[in-house]
């Protein structure tokens, strides 16, 4: 799939942090249930690439990349786990060569005008806005748009149901990423039915 394809396929991605491997595929399988099909799994546990293993071999119907890439090699691990896509909570020069040779779609994470500047420079114009509520939110994006109209953005970062419709009224917002829907109480409980209703909500909330 190309990053059009998967920006398509979703509004809302789910950040998910997987502590253990055996939570992955119910997890996974609770969101897609609920409408939420693309599935941004982190790299903030060790069980991280395991989990990206299971579900791609499980669940068909998700699509799933891997999140806090930082450097070249955890690029090289999570296209070896099978990621469908990458994301970044920011951006180096190394690590904005290592996927434009990689080819693997991806949502690269700025903050400034200048890490965008560096991000086009590169020829991607697909970005994840982080952390979006802290480095100024709706106000910052709507300040992005004169010198980046074609420049579109995943918030993500303090995005919650609440302030989710907020962020959609912009029209450089393609998706927004949160963890709301995966709370580390009800993946810890297995509630996987309070899950998909988060996830079916969720999935309602872009116009």
């Known amino acids: 799939m190309n990053l059009d394809q998967i920006i398509a396929a979703t509004s809302v991605m789910p950040v998910m942090v997987v502590d253990r ?12 249930e609920g409408g939420i099909r693309v599935l941004e799994i982190t790299l903030r546990t060790a069980a991280g690439l395991d989990a990206v293993r299971v579900i791609k071999q499980e669940i068909p119907d998700a699509i799933v990349g891997v999140g806090t890439i930082a450097t070249p090699a955890q690029l090289d691990a999570a296209i070896s786990a099978g990621a469908q896509f990458g994301v970044s909570p920011g951006t180096t020069p190394t690590l904005l060569k290592a996927i434009v040779d ?24 697909v970005m ?27 918030p993500t970062g303090g995005i919650n149901a609440q302030n ?10 393609v998706a927004v990423g ?3 829907l995966t709370p580390k109480n009800l993946v810890a409980g297995g509630s996987w039915t309070e899950i998909t209703r988060l996830a079916r909500e969720a999935a309602a909330l872009k116009p």
């Open 21 to 32: 491997v055996e939570d992955a595929v119910p997890l996974s399988r609770a969101l897609v």
């Open 102 to 125: 990689s080819k693997l779609p991806f949502f690269p994470g700025v903050a400034t005008m200048s890490e965008v500047m560096q991000v086009l420079e590169a020829g991607l114009d």
């Open 128 to 154: 994840k806005f982080f952390p979006a509520v802290a480095a100024g939110g709706i106000k910052m994006l709507d300040s992005f748009r004169g010198p980046f109209p074609n420049v579109r953005f995943c």
């Open 164 to 173: 989710a419709p907020d962020f959609f009224k912009l029209p450089n917002v």
């Open 178 to 180: 949160g963890s709301w």
